[in-house]
């Protein structure tokens, strides 16, 4: 196997079990690349083939509301970022891709690795589970924003991904947790000042 792949080899091996030949048939598809902070993988109104292993670094999804941005989801390192909805359907993008960080990432080719999985049970697998992950993912964060409170959602933000606050500007950490710049002031006083 090709070592320059092998974090992705072992994310692709937390969602569904595949050995390295299978593993090697998929390697057409990947390609490294870095980019720099604020630099777009997408944007908005564009087609998106790719999706996106985040080595290093941190990728933010946001769309425009009545000319305001509004973060739906960070992806950071070891995990994948895209607009699946894009990617599969060949659509334009709702939303645009911005690297928050200087970044490592392996740009996947979305159709290209789904017309190889097609050629191992294994990999078909894989596929499917990325995707039920994918959909997941969505889902729980769509209850957890509206069945937690504003301080819980902040409080699991920072235990997960505890220098959130230090290398994303608030106002974007506020759009993804739903609430207002001044809520997140006020909460990240409370948090610190009780932690």
């Known amino acids: 196997m090709e070592t320059k792949y092998k974090s992705l080899y072992q994310y692709f091996n937390q969602i569904y079990s595949i050995d390295e030949t299978d593993f090697e048939i998929l390697i057409p598809c990947f390609q490294k690349i870095k980019r720099k902070k604020l630099d777009f993988l997408v944007r908005e109104s564009e087609v998106s083939r790719y999706l996106y292993f985040v080595e290093s670094g941190l990728v933010r999804a946001f769309y425009f509301h009545e000319e305001k941005e509004i973060t739906t989801w960070f992806t950071f390192e070891n995990d994948i ?26 740009k996947i080719d979305y159709h290209a690795f789904k017309e190889y999985s097609l050629r191992s049970e294994t990999l078909t697998k894989l596929l499917i589970r990325l995707f039920e992950n994918a959909y997941m993912r969505m889902e729980n964060r769509v209850t957890f924003i509206q069945h937690s409170s504003a301080k819980v959602r902040l409080k699991e933000l920072i235990l997960n991904e505890p220098h959130i606050l230090r290398d994303v500007p608030h106002f974007y950490v506020a759009s993804y947790l739903a609430i207002s710049p001044e809520t997140l002031s006020r909460l990240v006083k409370q948090v610190f000042k009780n932690a």
């Open 81 to 106: 970022a895209g607009i699946f909805e894009s990617a599969v359907e060949r659509n334009p993008s709702k939303e645009s891709l911005q690297v928050m960080l200087d970044s490592e990432l392996t």
